[in-house]
């Protein structure tokens, strides 16, 4: 399955295509073609591509959970593909905040973990984010427990990001208990995911700091657990004050590489470079994984890692395209690893 990701090469010939019709001809070529074929029936363009991508990812994950024969190794990649079922909540009650049509929010949804199609369609058509939630809690979904415990505040406040910020938190605390032995694979599935909650922390930090949260006010939303960054230093980071003292104060850590930044996209109080960086950090975190044990777990964590890089870089291809964007403005946002 390694050997079908797409490589760099790829990625530049995507660029270098005229249009969405040359895209969708390019990834007729290779492993998507059944996602493409079948996406056809129905739409064209840049949806047709969405629905492959969807297509294509499902598939590959069902196949990934079909070949795992152990137990321990299933719970391992069950805890990476649920991030899915967090996104794509996350994007329904967005949806639904801003009363956003259901095929539109269903185009956004993956459903790769454990929250299927019939599923993800049900909360679809719930008439708002409450009534989301509380179709997860009638089910005696996990899920329920972190949102109903942030409503109030969700409904007081009118910001999503309360529930959002619970969802990341519920997730991580979950899959670090789920990961709490002391075999090898619970310690390579830990490291990344400890790794992943520093870079969900220091995004959320250049957010408040962005935002102008009070530090007090902010902290509520940082997430226990990290692997390099504990919760006194990222309350120094969330008191430094700016974007750039907290640049700075992360020069001793391994997230160093964000102060070293050029000074024309770290010398303003935007945040995009930096959560770029960090993704690009995170990606290769986890691919680093194929050089691991091959009997372990971690080649299938390098390859969830790596199979959802590839499929947002021909996202980011193709809606680029769609947008008409120049070529060099393209490169900038795909995230080679």
Known sequence: MKRHLMDREFFERLMKKPDIDAIITELEKTSYHDGIEKA?????GLALIDQALRHHLVQTYR???SLVMNEQFERHVRIFLEKWDIQNIKTIMRGKNINAPADEILACLVPAGQLDEVTLLELVRQPDVRGVIDLLA???SDYARPLTERFGKYAE??????LEY???RFYYERALRLLGGRSVDDRKARDLLTTEIDVVNIKSILRLIRDGVKPEDGKNVLIEGGKALDMPALLDLL???SIRAARSALRDTPYSFLSALPEKKAGNETISEYEKELDRYIIDQGIQMFKGDPLSIAGAIAYIVAKNNEIANIRIISHC???YLPEE???EEVLYV
Do not use: H
């Not at 056809?40 to 064209?44: E, L, R």
């Not at 406040?157 to 309360?162: E, R, S, T, V």
């Open 157 to 162: 406040k009118k910001d999503l990001a309360i």
């Open 138 to 140: 009638t089910w005696g």
């Open 329 to 331: 403005e393209i490169r």
């Open 166 to 168: 619970a969802l990341d």
């Open 321 to 323: 395209k769609g947008a």
């Open 63 to 65: 196949l990934l959970l």
């Open 239 to 241: 008191n430094s004050g």
């Open 40 to 44: 056809s029936i129905q739409s064209s």
